[in-house]
């Protein structure tokens, strides 16, 4: 499956902003797909992760950023808002068909399929 995202921006601290990631090739009805950001000198961190079982959320984004798809056009979307400037990074979606557990979602190894990154700068 290619993935293609986009959204990112600019904007100020305490603002929103919406990601897409757009699926073709294969519909992502089952697959598990996730997001995953890297900020400058730093590794790639999950982000959140949406598969059969729910919702995953990483700690320091739980409760501001909210994950959905609409698999009727296969495209999974990242509602980012109350942003900080640590949320400044390039933002990744991925996706695999197989079936991930809790322990394996956030890591990025288990995802097949990426897409290109969108940047998200977060300052004043």
């Known amino acids: 499956v290619q993935l293609q995202a986009s959204g990112g921006g600019w904007v100020q601290p305490g603002g929103s902003l919406r990601l897409s990631c757009a699926a073709s090739?294969?519909?992502?009805?089952?697959?598990?797909m996730g997001w995953f950001r890297q900020a400058p000198g730093k590794e790639r961190e999950f982000v959140a992760a949406?598969?059969?079982?729910?919702?995953n959320y990483a700690d320091s984004v739980g409760g501001r950023f909210f994950m959905s798809r609409d698999n009727g056009k296969d495209t999974v979307y990242l509602q980012m808002n109350s942003l900080k400037p640590e949320d400044t990074a390039v933002y990744y979606c991925?996706?695999?068909?197989?079936?991930?557990?809790?322990?394996?979602?956030?890591?990025?190894?288990?995802?097949?399929?990426w897409g290109q990154g969108t940047q998200v700068t977060v300052s004043s």
């Open positions: 090739g294969r519909t992502l009805r089952s697959y598990t």
């Open positions: 949406s598969r059969p079982g729910g919702t």
């Open positions: 991925a996706g695999t068909a197989r079936g991930l557990i809790l322990s394996t979602v956030r890591k990025s190894v288990e995802y097949d399929s």
